[in-house]
């Protein structure tokens, strides 16, 4: 083997080893900074419930997340920045959970009732709520924060929504096409159950599983053997 080869063989071993050297280092620093960037968006779901978005401070977003306020800043632009990433973090799962669901081939009504438990046990029964009734506040008052919620979440359950009832209004299971025209009229009663629990089910609990079983009895009918 010539003395070239030899060489370029073991400049090629030692840059091999320098990067593993550097993967095995990068691995552990990796780690703390996920970890450290789960604890800011933690505690930024903490602070923003019991402040809302106007009145939070990234000071004390630090402070529950037991960091130095720059480093919030090695994650996250600034504070619109941070209540993005936490409508995705925490919307994100369930929007494409609801939309798998939708794609499935089975009866309107069927379908209906089993987004009916996604909504109860994934959101109202989460915190996830409490997201949504932060954008429904204040999303008025910052605009790119509602546009950004609109897009990332509301805009792709509207589309899927849309879809599911066409195919029922296509399977004569929906009469007429003012559900697929206005997708929203399915979602209405989980933004008034989210807005309801949060402002007078103190005075008059509501029953949300029902509740919005009862609006399936408006838009598909009754089933027989209710």
Same mark, same amino acid.
């Given at each position: 083997?010539?003395?070239?080869?030899?060489?370029?063989?073991v400049?090629?071993e030692?840059? #091999?080893?320098? !990067?593993?050297?550097?993967r095995?280092? $990068?691995?552990?620093r =990796? %780690?703390?900074?996920s &970890? #450290?960037?789960e !604890?800011?968006?933690?505690?930024a779901f $903490?602070?923003?419930s =019991? %402040?809302?978005f106007? &009145?939070?401070?990234?000071?004390?977003?630090?402070?529950?997340?037991?960091?130095?306020k720059?480093?919030?800043?090695l994650?996250?632009?600034?504070?619109?920045?941070?209540?993005q990433?936490l409508?995705?973090s925490?919307l994100?799962?369930f929007v494409?959970?609801l939309?798998?669901?939708?794609?499935?081939?089975?009866?309107?009504?069927?379908?209906a009732e089993q987004?009916?438990e996604l909504f109860?046990?994934?959101v109202?029964?989460?915190?996830?709520?409490?997201v949504i009734?932060?954008?429904?506040?204040?999303?008025s008052?910052f605009?790119?924060?509602?546009?950004?919620?609109?897009r990332?979440?509301?805009?792709?359950?509207?589309?899927?929504?849309r879809?599911?009832?066409?195919?029922?209004?296509?399977?004569g299971e929906?009469?007429g096409?003012a559900v697929?025209r206005f997708p929203?009229?399915?979602?209405?009663?989980?933004?008034?159950a989210?807005l309801?629990?949060?402002l007078?089910d103190?005075?008059?609990?509501?029953?949300v599983?029902?509740?919005?079983?009862a609006h399936?009895?408006?838009?598909f009918?009754?089933?027989?053997?209710?």
């Open positions: 083997m010539g003395k070239s080869v030899r060489q370029t063989r400049r090629g030692a840059g #091999r080893g320098h !990067a593993e050297a550097a095995s280092q $990068d691995g552990p =990796a %780690q703390k900074s &970890a #450290r960037r !604890a800011i968006l933690n505690a $903490d602070e923003f =019991a %402040q809302g106007a &009145a939070a401070r990234l000071d004390d977003v630090a402070r529950r997340a037991g960091v130095a720059g480093t919030i800043y994650h996250f632009e600034d504070k619109e920045a941070l209540f990433e409508i995705r925490v994100a799962p494409g959970t939309e798998a669901t939708l794609k499935a081939d089975v009866p309107a009504r069927i379908m987004v009916v109860v046990t994934q109202y029964g989460t915190r996830r709520k409490e009734r932060l954008i429904i506040s204040e999303g008052r605009p790119h924060v509602a546009e950004f919620y609109y990332e979440v509301l805009s792709r359950i509207m589309a899927a929504v879809e599911w009832m066409r195919r029922a209004v296509e399977r929906v009469k096409d697929v929203q009229l399915m979602g209405a009663p989980a933004i008034v989210i309801w629990g949060g007078f103190r005075f008059e609990p509501l029953d599983r029902a509740f919005m079983h399936l009895d408006l838009v009918g009754r089933p027989p053997c209710a």
